[in-house]
């Protein structure tokens, strides 16, 4: 059997719409090692996988038409086959298998972004605001993550075997025809995948941690009082857990006001976080907004967003 034609198999049987240089390399690269499939002998060479074999099965897919670079990524006239430049394909569409949404081609292009911010909200029904772009984040240490993807998923590499790149992309404005927004971050917040998708979303008490730490992508800082008064006690548990994740004492500074002083929870895992208050400091509860001498004297911080003289 040929190792393209598993391959093919391969990809139909993921039902992925899009499969990247890395992913694919990986398939062949198991399928080498495995000797096989489906209980048919591969036809192989006798040295694992490398540069030069991995774009000669790639160059025969691409003929074949089983593959095709991804439109949205290369457009028809900006791409070359393998053999005749460098400005090669790194994303391909598999022909057999229906396409998908934008949130499902990220999180295959980018194996290490996620729904954010706005978006999130909406999906977690936070907000009725609709985001006129889809919201993503990823890592801002990018590198670093993907080394340790690479050392997971190829912990048994000889010296000098080859590995096809993980590479970040430069993304379109608009991808699958939603214009899309990524943006880089510090934050490494607990993911789970969307149920029925590929795509992935920060857990809900994360999502409540990204308000505070970047509201101007929430739908403002009012919106984002709005919606902790309306729904954070709904999701106590979780919003705790992860403003404890946090390492900027800010998030939970913020936080601790908005559910202790101005919502009137109590609980002994927020009060801790009056030990991260600072006196004599500026520090706001809208980064973005003017100060005003308006303070909480607890949680030593300007209320310069919201009513501060609701009554919990």
Aim: charged residues 30%.
């Amino acid at each position: 059997m040929k190792i393209q034609n598993a391959i093919q198999r391969i990809l139909v049987d993921r039902d992925l719409p899009v499969v990247t240089e890395y992913d694919l390399f990986r398939i062949l690269r198991d399928l080498h090692f495995a000797g096989e499939y489906d209980g048919k002998k591969l036809r192989l060479t006798r040295h694992p996988p490398d540069r030069t074999r991995y774009r000669n099965v790639g160059s025969r897919l691409l003929s074949d038409r089983y593959l095709r670079p991804d439109p949205d990524f290369y457009p028809a006239e900006d791409w070359v086959p393998y053999n005749r430049g460098s400005n090669y394909a790194r994303v391909f569409r598999v022909s057999d298998v229906p396409d998908g949404p934008a949130e499902d081609i990220t999180a295959l292009v980018d194996p290490f972004c996620y729904i954010s911010h706005l978006s999130a909200m909406q999906r977690y029904s936070l907000t009725n605001r609709i985001p006129n772009a889809l919201n993503l984040s990823t890592p801002k240490k990018w590198n670093v993550a993907r080394d340790e993807k690479i050392l997971a998923d190829y912990g048994d590499l000889a010296a000098g075997d080859y590995v096809a790149p993980l590479s970040q992309l430069s993304w379109p404005k608009v991808i699958r025809r939603r214009e899309v927004m990524l943006h880089k971050t510090v934050r490494m917040p607990v993911v789970k995948t969307v149920r029925g998708s590929v795509a992935r979303i920060p857990a809900i008490g994360e999502v409540f941690v990204q308000m505070l730490d970047r509201p101007e992508l929430c739908g403002g800082m009012e919106h984002v009082i709005e919606v902790w008064d309306q729904r954070s006690e709904t999701y106590l548990d979780e919003i705790i857990t992860a403003v404890d994740r946090a390492e900027e004492s800010i998030i939970k500074v913020r936080a601790g006001y908005l559910l202790e002083e101005r919502l009137g929870v109590r609980d002994d895992r927020i009060l801790a976080w009056t030990a991260f208050a600072q006196r004599g400091g500026s520090r706001k509860l809208d980064a973005g907004a003017s100060y005003v001498p308006t303070y909480s004297e607890k949680w030593m911080i300007s209320l310069n967003a919201g009513n501060p003289d609701r009554t919990s």
